[in-house]
Structure formats: structure tokens, C-alpha cells
């Protein structure tokens, strides 16, 4: 509640449009749904800027539902991410409209178009990084960031990257989706004067420590100004990108 | 070198105004200083929009004063981080107008006023993060980022924090430097929809590893598009928030 | 064996009503069942406040029934951790009163009636953390703690915490189960003076690492007095909350 | 604020006893000092069960001295911990009656006497935890906690242990700080119904990693319902007795 | 070949009764028996004071199989470690008179009935533990090691194992078998002069990280002489044992 | 591009044979392939001397065959490591002159012979850790490096290790292959005065952590000049070596 | 006590040669010395077959000298490890016949000389190792047990170790102190049939993780039956070689 | 000892001209120097190509001095890595031919030519890395290895590296020093087919690890073929090169 809400409350208590009691239960409830497993935090869009998204992973199929059939309700559109089958089957029987990205595993219903938030492009490593590439498109596309993928220009073969770098400096944000030794957006940040967000993937093995080996050395990259997410997180990546496209 | 440019120089060639060997050395040759120990990279301004900044950790005073004078002699700001006494005292004495700021460690002798870039929040959980908030003061100022602090605001005490939301959120940037147990970036991430770049910092003991359990809990965070960057790297964040607002 | 109860059994001796040989074996033996495979510590509620709770990983249900009825035929009530299906139908075999719940994997007979402890509130930082929220609630039902669930109050809407906050406060402790970056129990340590029970959960994913981040996080906390219990477990928390309300 | 006051202010309000910008001012901001470098928390008494204590690490003698004075106008005791001797001098030079735990490096400022809460058995496995220990005992005697110390009473030995058993168990809650392998709070938890907390130490080598396997061994420790604090955090063990001695 | 055997050798060069091919051939060539895949080391009762003992994991049944069968034949016994269902069979089609510990893993064959070595007490903290006990104990019979075992004798129940403390220090050795905070080896080692052999296993969760916790904790143990074998090393336990025994 | 390639594109610039559009597409273009899932690097083999290799892991049978097919066509070789069954299976019906090494997961197709490029001693440590050997042993053989293997030569039986330490020293480069506390190439590497690369596996249980002691085991080994590649990348090795030897 | 001596209490108890009262409190007190800042344990020699060994490290020179002459009053010898500059002139002050080794950091007053237990062969790898293998020797020697050094005999120059093989072989124990790799106990073990106790130091850099690696890999090693104590712990090998070579 | 050199041996015996205690004592005894505290490798030149180098980190001044002029009197070069200025000093007192590369802490005595062994590119991410890159260069100068400096060409100004590719493709070996991330082996891995040996550095901070992302990034790094030594290993990465140059 802003301030300006809360002097306008106030000022109708003392008009006696509101009575005391009602204006303490504005006061102290927030907008939420409660659905008894889940609070459905319907107002999040006018705080944080998004519509909550839901998070698949360890939710039951019939849960994820629940809580989309509330977002619907709402006149929200729905993203969900992490999510399988049998959730990608339960939403789409909720919502014949929803559409299901497999290998990003993100299921969206966009009902009401996103305004254009500007553009993105998503650089990645190898095909092996594709599924965490692919979340963080689908994201970007529920919420209305174009998105142009740059695909398989790892560091050992240079000229596949700077044959790119144009059309990647030409985007709003770039996001670098990358394993193994996480090299790629330090070398990216030194060819762009864009925003740059790293996602690390656990692609590798041995040394590569499920990911942590690339999240330390992008951490620990020598071109400023290259920012980080989780391990894997695509979505955390298109998230970042909103907040930054958003202002 | 862009496209343009090299279309240029191809015509310029094939018009006889500029020499095959000539556009050989041009386009095989990149623009930087060889000083014997280090490469001073003249254009990185173009690249990555801003000047190159000195990492003063590690390199004697006579370094760092050689490599600013070469920047200086070009016209060049100059910003030199994890400065000590001794390099702050040899710089001074290069530049009468060199300012030292001592917490953070930071110099810089700006002599081309910045373009003003917009503004950043710098929250800050407790008065031991100062110096990492300090040096990402001192090199957004030198950048022409406006600053507010926002300082002892940490989520034991949840009242401080509420009351200034709002001046936090008028910013465009946010910048939220944490030691502990890294919890202060989710709960602003959850109060703003601007830009939200966290820095750990290595300020506790114990269980706090030296920063990596902030680093870690940071990323782990469940507001979602915050972004991370090394430990007690201020100016790093003051990196990324440049990126952001130079669009 | 007590002070007291030493005192009584020299005294018997010297009066000859207890032989040298039995009191010998008085004081050398301890009072436990011999199985086999296990010693059924049948005094353990004299010495511990609570008897002996059944840590069913790794153990067979055959084996977990005798080690229950052991403790039925001594009169005492049963409670079964990491219960699976197998050993919850082996125990509803021996016992038709025995209560399973599923989530939480915890099975008990309570034949006798625990007297009232106290309240306890369970908060909770998202619905993955359930299971390890209802092992702590089935196990505090048993031992005659009552309890009230807060789910859903993760620190990224800190409204739906606020919503809560005077209800929490008015438990006898407070058990903040949460996951990723653990940042709850700091909150809601600032919100009450209540003893705070920490129980890290491994829900999350790349720096999460198992739990051991949100546990140093947890650990590292900056509201003063929150203490912590191992990963996922929500036995040690009842049983924490057992022993501050039993004094 | 509670509801109740919050009622009351919605009350005045409609009365005309409050103006509308006087209670907007109410509710929005929160009772804190403002000293430019630190937020004084003087209300924290009535949320959190202490006064605010200066965690005197990383903190200059001056700054803490400045912020005691802030407490000490308002009445309230002053407790500093981590308190070098630059510290110690600037407080006994402003309050003659402050006194020093050089041991524990505890600093206190005790004028109102507080209300006896309880009492703490102190168990401490060797000398060399004797720093942590007084740390806590320190804390302790600040706030109103009996302390008894039970020291050098390892489980190598077990009958120093057994031969004091009974005193401990008398006390309302046992802390234990031990380091090494990190066994005593288990064997304690084993012979004492009594809320035990254990607060590992950074004494010891090789595997000892500064604390951590203490840590990690009382977390996984074998007697249930034993809680932990960080590592050396005797503070942290004096403010969870707090908690459960003050409800 | 020892000093003795050499100089023999060499005599016989003098003596021409081996030629100087032959003398070659002996002095470089080792004891082992080359079946492709794998050198049986035929000779490793003499240097080692035991025969190889095969190492079942990552092996297929029949190559175990054919290893055991060189065994055999050269007269020798035959232990398998880590042996799975399909490896058993084999052996026992191989050898009738195999026998197999299914909860230690552990197949035997044994025709030449071993010099009894002495006895071993093995302590056993949880029933958790057992499978590698009965590795121990399987490997311990093979070689002549009598042993006792003292099973669910864990710290949180002091009186169980201060029951039979007399008889685990009437053994030659004693092999604490313990996982979670490992405190038993350190606790059984205050209790007698035996050696004391230490085996962590991963029996645990959280903090435990697989028995590195345990393993850490019990070489940071505070009773002194306790010495320590790989987590889950039930086999290096008895061979240690054997070491001591036989001397 | 080499400058000799450059420079005769400028001069066919000059001379009019090349139009500065195409000179400014060849000089900004890279010779890869598009797949549009991936970016088939068909100049590699000029690059850094060997045709790009497929990693298998991770990617379809389909996408590998995709990608085999396009370096057929162009009269490359082809090399899969970490090969499944399904994509032995592809590949074969693709080439019928595949060949398939299934304990090191490694399919090739070899038309055009390899130049002898010298020979390596493949030496290994036990049998579990074959899969890795082969997996080195079948790319040496595509890229023409001779193998010979010594295996079983672990240093617990220093014999079998001495007796092949000639032939081992016979070869142009040695590549040592080792699980559990790595000690091989130390010893490897003090007779021998041949490159030694040292490879990890992970093979081992409890401390092993995965091939990370055996990894940071070689990297401290105090025999000089021995190097290392990542746990289990027998391919890596093969790289190393024909690196060494393409000189 | 032992039941005999229980029996016996228990006797007189009823023959009224002793009170109940007095009888109490032998049961119950154990036979240590008060010193308020230690429990002296002078009766460690009956249990643990050893007088105690004060640990020096972080205890004042005067504690240390306190305890010693509790120690020597009561006719018992005394050991002092990690005993620093201090301490030893303490010592010496308090006992002329007091006998330090600077390298190893032992203080030793034998009055009483001790059974010959046995000899030790201690095994090192470097001179880098020498102080802990000293504090190993000095503590044996003042124990009884005879030891012979064999330095500087690492795995990277074979022939050294070999050479003195048979001598090592000879001894009752064998103790190998080694950083770096931890090769050494692996080789020595398979070429002794002679119990190994395996002491991992901190000697080392990179990888070697403060002597974790080289006790990872000792504990990873292929030689079965090596036992092995905590990083840098010399006077850990020497009690556990004494309880070896007591039984 | 080699066959042929035991041929002979065994074949004098046979001969007369040598006795069989002669043979005896060949045989079995190296061939070393023994100082008392150090066995000096006077034949490692013959079996590993290079003579014994002193490693100075923990030998005093005047352990080296001696282990120094044995060499010297066999007319063997010295050098000695890790030499303090106290080591320098007595090295030049011993030879005043001494050369002492402060920055890399090398002292060499050189008085036989060594043969020229071939060519290395010394490749440097940033001058902090300086002291590692010069430590390897002096040991190559003292082993005829000619070596060329490619300083500051770090991936965040990929111009500066290209700029001198093709000078650094022209040597035999590369060898690469890097701290941060690491990325800088896999992208010049990328731009030659020669060998390449990647030394990580422990320059850095926060989630650098002390080197170990930076080693782990390598050994994960994309480019195939690129080994690795310790953190900070420049003598290793010399004595790797040298094995390569040498065959």
C-alpha cells in the first residue's frame, strides 16, 4: 500500500466513508489468495512487476492447476516453469490455449498480450545447454522480450562468435548461457558495452562440480560488469532481463 | 573495428588512398599502449563504454601512475580501485586533482565531466559493508551515477527497511550490498520492480565462509531476476549498473 | 541410576534386604531390551523426557514392528520417523490404531495421552517444504504439543508474513521450516521474542547445495538467539521444542 | 505497531485528536535513532526481548562509542561484543561503571538491573574454549541468566562428565561449547532432559576446518532435540537461552 | 626377493647352476600370474602378510570368477569383497564350499583353515551400521580374527555401552564402527588401551555429506591413539587389524 | 585467416577480382557449417590439427548423425566419444564402416589413414579403470598414435610396475590412468623421462570424492613435469598427446 | 572401577568398615584433580595406558607449568606437545631435567623410565616433514618405544625406498609421515607386512588443500590395511603405535 | 639399473671380477648421496632428464647452501625454486655465479651449458600473474629452453591476444599462466595446434578460491588437449615443457 493509498484511507475514515475497522483490515491483510496449500500472490504484477510464476518443481500437477485457475480467474496470464508432463497435460486441459515448451519444460497461457519490452539475445555455448537457454526464451516470450538465439559459439572456436558480434551488440540485453569452464560471457562482455547476464549450467563433469566450477569463474571474470544467476536458473536470467527492460 | 569501418578501409584501398600493407597492419593490429609490463587498452571507451579501470591490487605505485599518465596523456579519466596509501600518494602526486576516497579505496581523477547516467540505490544490511559500498559509490560517481545510501537497513529489523521503500524504489538501479546470511537482496527484490544487483560481502565468521554462504544465499534468493556478482566486488556492481543505464 | 536411588540401594544392602550381588548387577546393568539386533531403550523417557522415537531409514519393516512392539507391551506410545509404505503396513498390522501421514512419513500410536506442552507455530516458507513441516507437526501432535501452520510466507511478499506476524507470536516457540536461501527465520526472529527453531530444508537447486547453504545462511543470521537443527530435519525440531516446553 | 494500537490511532483519527499526516507519519516510520552510520534500534526491547547488542567487530572504538551513548541516554544497558581494547577504553571513558571481560571480550553497561530469568549450565569440553564460553557467560550475566561453568569435562573422560551430571541437569538449560569432534553435546543431550545448545568452536586442526566439522558432527549428533548456534557464537547460545528462559 | 635369496642367486651364477639368462629373468621378473585383464599377484601372502583379496566392484562376475580360480588353484583362499547376487552365484558355482554374508557383501572360500590371529571386539553404534560391521566381521573370520560384536551401543545411551565396557577391553582390538557425529571411536578410546580402529560410514543426512563428517569428526577425536580407515572400509579395518595381529 | 590469406585478399581487392562486398563477407565470416543446432567447425583440422570430435553426451543419436554426415561429406573422419547404444546404432547405419568401442564408448569412422603420428604407453591402475583407457586407446587409434597397454601396475605392488618400466619408457609419450589416491604417475613419472599425462577417474568410494583426491593427488605428486586433464577424460588425453607429437 | 573393586565397595559397605555415605561418593567421584581452569586426570595411566599428554597449544605457559607439577607430584612423567618457546622455559624452570625438541615442539620430563614397548620405523617423505615426524619420535621415546628415521625416501626417486626396505620391515610398527601426494604409506604398506600408520602434513600448496588431499588420498590408497590420524598429528601415531605394541 | 647394465654385472660375477657381496651391494643400494637430513639425487639426470631441483619453501639457508654444493661438486647445475632472499644470499656467498630472479624467487647456477631444448610461449592474463610466469622462465632459462613473453592478453580485450597469435603458434610449446577464471588456455587452445600447458594462478578473491576455480575451469575448459599443473606452478609447467622438448 503506497502512501498515497494509505492518505487517501485515512482521509476516508475521517469522511466517514470507511469505518475504523475496515480501514485497520486494509491496513494489515494483504492481497492474497489463500488456497489453503498456497497463498496466490494476485498483486505481485503492480510490486515486483510480473505476475507470479509459478514454480513446477515439487508441485503436484492438480496443485499447479489450483493455483493457474486463480491466476486465470484473475484475468492473469500463467507461466509455468520446471514443468512435466503430467503438469504440462493438467494445464492444458485447464487451458486449451496454453502452449508447452518441451525442452525448456515452461508451460505459458498468454491471454492478455504483453507490451514489448525490447530485446534480448541468448548466447549459449553448446547444444547441451539448450534446455536452460530455451526456459529463459520462453519467459522472455510470455512477457514480451523478442528474443534472438546464438547458438554453439564456445570460446575454442572464436570465429563463430566474432562473426556474431554485431547482431549481439545490436540487442537491449544479452544472456549468456554456458558450462564447463563458464568462459564465454567474460569474452562476450569484452565485445559488447550491453548488459551482460550469465547463466552457468551443470553441463560437464569432474571438475566441473554440477555447475559451481562455471558460476565461480564467470563470478570471477575479467570483464566488469557481467552479472550472475543460479546454476541453470533460465528463468532467473529473463527475470533480470525484465527488471532491466521494465524501467 | 566495425563493419563499417572496415568497409571503408577496403574502398580506401581499392580508391589507392591507403596502401595493402598498410590496411594489413590496420586490420590485424588492435588499438593499445605497450608500456613492457602491461597493455594500456586506449579504446575500450568504444567497446565496452567506459574507459578501462585500474585494478590497483597486486601492482606497485610506479605501475599504476604509469599506467594513468599514459590514460591522462589521452585525454582518459581515470579510476584506479583497491588503491593503497602508497598508490593513492603516487597518483596525487600526478594529478593534484586525484580524489582519494579511503574507505573504499577508491581514486579517480575525472577530468571530462561524465554524461549523468541516471541513479543508483546503494543499500547496505550494516556498517561493516561499508568499504564495499563505498568503492561502488566512488566509481559511480566518477561515471556520473547518482547515488543515495541506504545504510543499516538489515532484515532483523524489517521497520527500517519499510521506511525508506519507497526512496529505494525511485531509483533506477538498486544496488544492495549484504554480508551474513545474504538475505537483504530478496526482501528488496520483493519491494521493487527496478533493477536489483546484489553484492555479498565477506563481513561475518564461522559458517559464513569468508562470503560464499552470503554469495550463495544470494543466488539462491526466491525474488526472482536479482543479479549477483563476485564477493566485496563494488565496483563490479557499479560495472553493471553502468551497463544498465547506458542503454 | 540417581543419586537418591544409589543412596536407597547402599542402604538396602547394608540392611540386607538387597544382596551384594544384585546390587552389583543393580548398578553395572542399564536398563535396556536386548533384541538381537537392537537394545530397546525402554527408560529413555526417565533420563530424556520422551521415549525413544523409531528412526525408520535403513531399517526393515520387520524390524521396525518388533522394536515397536517392544515398546507397546511396556505401555509406551510409539513414534516411527521415515516411515515408508511397507513399514507403515507392517505397523497398522500390529497396531489398528496406528495413524500414517503420508507426507510427512511419520507413523505413531499413541495409546496413552501425552499431557499439553504447549503451542507451537510452524511456519513455513513454501509448499516444498511441506514434508519436512508435517514430520515436525506429526511428531509434535504425538508428544502433546499443539500446533498452527503459517505456510506460504517466504520473505520475496512480505506482506503475507506481516499478515501473520502477531499469531506466531502468540506460540510458546516458533519452527521456521524454509529452504533456498534460508532468509525466514532472520525475519521472523526480528518479529518475535519467542525461541526461534531453524530447520533448513534441501528444496532448491545449484548453489542451494543440498541444504547446506540455506543451513550456513540460517546459521550466519542476523536476528540474535535463532537456533538450528540438521537438513530436513523436522524431528530434532520437535524435539528441540520439546525439551524448552517440558522445563 | 499492533493492531490494538493501530485501532487506537485509526480512533483518534476519526476523533480529530490525531491529524491525518500525524498518523501517516506514525505508521510508516519506525522507532529508530538515526546516527548517520548506524540506525539505533531503541524499541528492539519491546520486539525482540533485549536491548540492541553492539557487535563490536569491524566497528571503530568511536563508532561504538557513539552508539552506546545513544542507548545509555535512553536508559537502556549496553552490551558490546568483540570488543578490543581501543573499545574497551572508549566505553570505561565513558562510563566509569562498564565492565570488561578481556576473556570473552565482552563490554557491559549495566544500570538497570535486569529481571533474573533463570539459570545456564556452561560445559565446556577443554581450556580452550574458555574465550566462547566466557563470551556467553558474559552475555548471560547482562541479561539476567545464572551461569554455573562446568569445564574441562571431555568425553575422552567420561567420568569428569558423569561425576557432574546431576548439576547439570539441575540448571534450566545446558549450553555446551565444545570443539574438536564435537561430541559433548550429544553425550550431555543423552543425560539431561534440558534444552541443550551447543556452540561449536574453531579449536583444533587438520579436519577440524575452523569449526566446521564441529559443527557438522553436533548437527548430525545422535541425541535428539540438541540445537546449534554458529561457530564461536557464544552471543548467539546467551541470546537463544534468552529466548526460551523468557517466555 | 630378499637380500638373502639374491645372494643365494648369485652364488649360484658362481656355481653354474643358473645361468646368467636365468638369474636375469628372476632378479626382473615378479611373482604374478598374467591373465590379460587383470596380474594375479600370487606372491603377495609372502611380502603382505595376506593374499590378495579381490575387490569386487566395477568387476564382472566372471572375471572375478577367473580370478578366483587362479587363487584356488595355487592352494590359496579366496575373499571377495563388495561381491553382488550374480557374483556370488558365479563363485559358488565355482566353489561349492564358497560361503556368502550377504549383509556384509563379502564371499569366502576358505580350504586351509588360517592360524587364529586373535580376537576383535566390533562396536557398532546403529543398526545403520551394520552391513559394514559384518564386512569386517566376514573378512576378520577369513583370517583367523575371532570377533565379538557389540551392537547399538551409540552415545546418546551411555549406560548401553558402559555396560559392556569390560568385554570390548578384553579383545586384542577394538573396531568402532559409527556413523552420524562419529563420536563413539573417541569415546570407546577414553575406555580402554586397546588399539582402536575407527570406520565412519554414510550412514547419515545433511551435514553427515556422506560420511565425510563422521570421518572428519573421529580423526579430530580428542581420545588419543584412535586411528582411522576410509568411510564404509569395513575390509580395511580387519586388514589393519590383521597387521596389528600379526606381528 | 592468416595474413598471407589476407593480404592476397586485399591485393584482390586492388586488383579488382574480388569486390569489397565479398572481401568484407569472407573477412567477417567464419568457414563453419549451420545446422541450425549447431555450428559444424569444418576447418578445425587446420586450426589446432585434428577434425572437430563429437561429444556425445547430451545430444540425440539424430543430432550426432547430423553432424557425422556433414564432416563425411567433406571427407573428414569422424570421432563420437561418450557414444551410447542408440547412437553406435545410428552411426553405423549411417557408415557401415563405423567401428565401436563399447567399454570406452567411443565410435569412429575412419577413411582417410591418419598419418603415424608415434606411440603411447597407456598405463593403468586397476581394472575399473579400464572404460577410461579405452576411451583414450580408441581416439589415439583414429588419430594415428600407436597404444600399448600396461595395466594392473598399481603401487601397492611395485613389482608388476617394475617389471614393465622399459617398455613403458619406450614409448614417445606415457599416459597414466588412475583412481583412488593417484599415485601412479607420481611413481610413473620418476622413471621415466617421457611426457607423462596423468588422468583421473573416479573410481573410488567415501574420501575419493568423485576423482577429485585422486585429481588434486596428481596435481601435488612430487614428481616434476607430470600434467593432468580432467577426471575420466580419457579423450583429453588422446588431445594431449597428439599435441606433443604433431610437432 | 572395576566390578571387582565395586564388589568390594560394596562388601565393606555391608562389613560397615565403610559408610554409605562414603561409599556414595567413591561410586560417584571420579579420580581427577580440581585445578579450576583444568581437571587433571591422574588416573588416565590405569585406563588409557598412557599418563595424560598436556596439548600446549593455546594454553598459557603457566597453565601448562600448573598442570606439569600436579603431574609430577603425583610421580607421573609428563609430555607436553606443541609447546612453544615459552612453555619450554617455563617447563625447564619447574623441572632442570626437562628435555625439549625445538622441531618437533615436545617437552618431556621422564623421571620414571618406561618399559621398552618395541621399535618404530618413521618413514618420511621430505624435510618438510621433519617437524612432525620429531614430535612423533619425541613423544615415543619418552614412552619407551625405540624409533629409527628413514628420511627423504619419496615415491618420485623409487631406489632410495627400496634400499632401505628390509630395515624398515624389521621394525615392530611402521609410521609414515607425508604431504604432498600421500603416496608414500601406499608403497611402504605393499612392501611391509608390518602394521602402517599413515600421517598426513599440511606441507604443500594449490591442491593440496592444507594436507586435506594428502589425507584423502592416504585414506583412497590401494594398500590395504594402512590406518591413518589426523593432518600433522605425529603424537596421534605415537599413541596409537603404543597402543599397537602395549597389548 | 638397466638389463644391459645387469647383464654385465651378473656376467663379472660369473667372470670372477667382481665379488658376489660387490654384486650384492650394487644391486640393492642407490645411487644418492647421503647429508643426514636430505638424500641427494646425484643420478636423476639419467632417469628423469633434468637434475634434482631444491624446492626452498620450509629448508633453511643453509640446508640448501649443502644440498647445493654436493651438486655442484658432481658438476651438476643448481637450481632452487622458492628461494627467500637468506637462501639467495647464501647461494651467492657458495657461487658467485649465482643469478637470482627476485620476481620468479629462482636462484640458478648454470656452468654447463645446457643444450637448447626447443622454444616456449609464455603466455601471461595480467601482471599480477608476473611472479608464477618468471618463476617458469628462469627454470626454462636454466634448462635451454628459450622462452618469449606474451604479457597482459587477457580475454576481456580479445584484440590484444589476436594480435599476437600467430608469434605465439610459432614456438614449440605454449604455456599459458592465468588467474580469475581461467578462460585464457581454452581460448588460446583454440588458435594453435601446439602443445599447451595451462598453469592456474591464486590471484583473485571471492569465489577465486585461492586458485582452485581457476584450475577447475581449466581442467573443464573446451578446448581439447590442454593440461594442467598445480596452482602456482610455474617450475612444473618448465619441467612439463622440458619432457615434451626433450624426446
Redesign the interface.
Known amino acids: 500500500m503506497?502512501?498515497d493509498a494509505?492518505?487517501a484511507l485515512?482521509?476516508a475514515?475521517?469522511d466517514g466513508t470507511v469505518s475504523?475497522e475496515d480501514?485497520?483490515r486494509r491496513?494489515?491483510?494483504?492481497?492474497?489468495q489463500e488456497l489453503g496449500?498456497?497463498?496466490v500472490?494476485t498483486h505481485?504484477a503492480l510490486?515486483?512487476?510480473?505476475a507470479e510464476?509459478i514454480y513446477g518443481?515439487?508441485?503436484r500437477a492438480d496443485?499447479v492447476a489450483r493455483i493457474a485457475q486463480a491466476l486465470l480467474e484473475r484475468g492473469q496470464n500463467v507461466v509455468v516453469t520446471r514443468a512435466d508432463a503430467a503438469t504440462a497435460a493438467a494445464l492444458c486441459a485447464l487451458a486449451p490455449d496454453a502452449r508447452y515448451v518441451e525442452r525448456g519444460r515452461v508451460l505459458s497461457v498468454v491471454r492478455t498480450a504483453p507490451p514489448r519490452l525490447g530485446s534480448a539475445a541468448l548466447v549459449c555455448?553448446?547444444?547441451?545447454d539448450?534446455p536452460v537457454l530455451e526456459e529463459c526464451a520462453a519467459v522472455c516470450g510470455a512477457w514480451g522480450i523478442e528474443v534472438e538465439r546464438f547458438?554453439?559459439?564456445?570460446?575454442?572456436?572464436?570465429?563463430?562468435l566474432?562473426?556474431v558480434r554485431?547482431a549481439i551488440d545490436a540487442r537491449?540485453?544479452v544472456i549468456v548461457v554456458a558450462g564447463?569452464?563458464?568462459?564465454l560471457p567474460?569474452?562476450v562482455?569484452?565485445?559488447?558495452?550491453?548488459?551482460?547476464?550469465a547463466v552457468?549450467t551443470?553441463?560437464?563433469?569432474?571438475?566441473?562440480?554440477?555447475?559451481?566450477?562455471?558460476?565461480?569463474?564467470?563470478?570471477?571474470?575479467?570483464?566488469?560488469?557481467?552479472?550472475?544467476?543460479?546454476?541453470?536458473?533460465g528463468?532467473?536470467a529473463?527475470?533480470?532481463?525484465?527488471?532491466?527492460l521494465?524501467?
Open positions: 503506497t502512501p494509505l492518505r485515512l482521509q475514515v475521517v475504523v480501514a485497520l491496513v494489515t491483510h494483504a492481497p492474497y496449500f498456497a497463498k500472490d505481485r510490486v515486483q512487476g510480473a510464476v518443481e515439487g508441485k496443485e555455448a553448446g547444444t547441451s539448450l547458438v554453439d559459439v564456445g570460446v575454442a572456436g572464436l570465429h563463430r566474432l562473426a554485431e537491449d540485453v564447463m569452464e563458464g568462459a567474460s569474452v562482455g569484452g565485445l559488447t558495452k550491453k548488459p551482460v547476464i552457468p551443470s553441463v560437464g563433469y569432474g571438475t566441473n562440480l554440477g555447475g559451481l566450477t562455471t558460476l565461480f569463474a564467470m563470478l570471477s571474470g575479467c570483464s566488469s560488469g557481467v552479472v550472475v544467476v543460479n546454476v541453470d536458473n528463468f532467473g529473463a527475470a533480470a532481463a525484465r527488471r532491466m521494465a524501467r
